[in-house]
């Protein structure tokens, strides 16, 4: 089954585009509390990991959005895309406000699958960045 989802992934160039559309629309579904982006793009047995190390599942990531950030600006910076085959991974940072003025800068990693005939979002890994040092 791996081989029939590797064949039908689109190339390279594609799968890149792609990503990367998909990767500013998920900023953008995270700055806007848009739980139904999130419900639509990752995968029922998606993981995503926070920078305390807690692991969330697809319901337990959704439910953050019971009380979402209000954000004042999330954006993106240094993003990068590798691809391959069915397989892309994204890493970028996303320096944020939120509206009670808090700054800060999250660094992530994404990886996207091609399942069912499209991307899906399979893992997440999110870290904040220390207010100094090395970035």
């Not at 969330?56 to 019971?66: C, T, V």
């Not at 320096?95 to 499209?118: K, N």
Request: hydrophobic share 45%; aromatic share 8%; proline share 4%.
């Amino acid at each position: 089954m791996a081989d029939a989802m590797a064949c039908n992934a689109p190339g390279t160039e594609a799968a890149a585009a792609a990503v990367r559309r998909l990767n500013e629309e998920y900023i953008d579904a995270a700055r806007t509390g848009n739980a139904a982006w999130f419900r639509r793009h990752l995968a029922e047995d998606v993981v995503v990991i926070l920078g305390t190390g807690k692991r969330l599942g697809k319901a337990e990531f959704l439910s953050q959005f019971d009380a979402p950030k209000a954000f004042r600006s999330l954006t993106l910076r240094n993003v990068t895309l590798r691809v391959f085959g069915p397989t892309v991974q994204v890493d970028a940072d996303a320096p944020w406000e939120l509206a009670d003025g808090h700054r800060g800068v999250s660094r992530y990693i994404d990886t996207y699958a091609w399942l069912d005939g499209r991307w899906q979002v399979v893992s997440a890994q999110i870290t904040l960045l220390p207010a100094s040092g090395e970035r």
